[in-house]
């Protein structure tokens, strides 16, 4: 297969990284690629890397709009349970971003 043939090109890069979390964050973004090899090969895309880095984009796309909803519900529980309910509208855009509105 292709991917893991890209892939196998990256072992040198993986190996060389310092610590363990590191080898398991690289690790995690090769089986990002494998999980959307389908995907990446209906790209018509000459250069295989880059339908892998789509991948990965998508991947982390994914998980940073599951922690923003996680954020917000926590932002949202703890203002209840502290009862500052006038600060829920103004520190908490639940909304299109799901960000704190007041983050610049």
């Known amino acids: ?3 893991e043939e890209e892939i196998s090109h990256w072992k040198p890069f993986r190996e060389a990284l310092a610590s363990d ?3 398991q964050a690289f690790d995690d ?3 990002m ?3 959307m ?3 990446g090969g209906n ?3 000459p250069v295989l890397f880059e339908p892998m880095v789509m991948s990965v984009l998508l ?3 994914k998980r940073i709009k599951t922690l923003q909803r996680k954020i917000d519900a926590l932002l949202v529980a703890n203002l209840r349970l ?3 309910k006038a600060r829920l509208s103004a520190c908490v855009n639940l909304g299109k971003n799901g960000l704190l509105a007041d983050r610049k």
């Open 1 to 3: 297969m292709a991917i």
């Open 21 to 23: 979390e590191e080898k």
């Open 33 to 35: 690629c494998r999980n």
């Open 37 to 39: 090899a389908m995907a």
């Open 43 to 45: 790209a018509c895309n």
């Open 82 to 84: 502290t009862g500052k």
């Open 29 to 31: 973004v090769a089986d």
């Open 59 to 61: 991947g982390q796309q």
